[in-house]
């Protein structure tokens, strides 16, 4: 069964500085797609950025970028420049598997961005 | 943007107490989702509809839960009788399609408390 582990139930990271979130996932499916949501105070989950595993060339949107380590099993989220917007909780997610877009999370990780 | 519309934004119920929550989705999508989030976890799938078929329930607790898309738009998710322990947020989403790579797009979510 597919898995989804977030180590790290909070981070702290200086404003414009850089933080990495670490996720790992277990599957069965040969193909497959990773994806990192954000959940701010508001509550509103909204997608940050997505991996296909096929593609070996890691995904990138704007100050968001992701290390894919497929033989890992990892899939850690990079944010660069980070901003007071930033802060948020930030989930980790793959699909349960076959072609349901089913997807399942990790525990989440706290992000607080100091001013 | 269009928005995954979710009422009411907190409910308060006592236990035994029947409660229903509402979702519109996003024009044009296919898939619904309700999802279940307790306080620091991440979302688990509860039900997911294609159209006005449900997909998935396999996660419902259909002693007391039930959920409804009868005309393939909006749907109702409802708890007869709330239990202490239903205590969560009820978030929905949609998506164009069952596809994997097709992204899902969130709600506001319910804060529902039993008491």
């Known amino acids: 069964a597919q898995t989804v582990t977030q180590s790290q139930p909070e981070m702290s990271v200086q404003e414009a500085e850089t933080v990495t979130l670490s996720c790992t996932y277990d599957t069965s499916e040969s193909d497959y797609y990773l994806f990192w949501y954000k959940q701010p105070p508001s509550r509103q989950m909204i997608l940050v950025i997505r991996?296909?595993?096929?593609?070996?060339q890691n995904a990138t949107e704007n100050r968001f970028s992701v290390n894919f380590q497929k033989a890992a099993k990892s899939f850690s989220l990079k944010i660069s420049d980070s901003q007071l917007g930033d802060a948020a909780m930030y989930f980790c997610a793959t699909p349960r598997g076959g072609a349901t877009n089913k997807l399942i999370f990790g525990t989440g990780t706290l992000l607080a961005v100091q001013p | 943007e269009a928005e995954v519309a979710q009422s009411p934004r907190y409910k308060i119920t006592e236990k035994s107490q029947a409660v229903a929550f509402w979702c519109d989705p996003i024009s044009g999508h296919a898939t619904l989702y309700w999802y279940r989030q307790i306080l620091g976890q991440g979302p688990e799938l509860l039900v997911q509809f294609q159209d006005e078929s449900v997909v998935d329930d396999s996660q419902l607790p259909k002693d007391r839960f039930s959920a409804e898309r009868l005309k393939g738009v909006d749907s109702t998710l409802k708890i007869q009788p709330a239990e202490l322990g239903d205590s969560a947020m009820y978030l929905c989403a949609s998506s164009l399609s069952l596809a994997n790579n097709s992204p899902l797009h969130f709600g506001n979510g319910t804060r529902l408390t039993v008491t």
């Open positions: 991996q296909e595993a096929y593609k070996q």
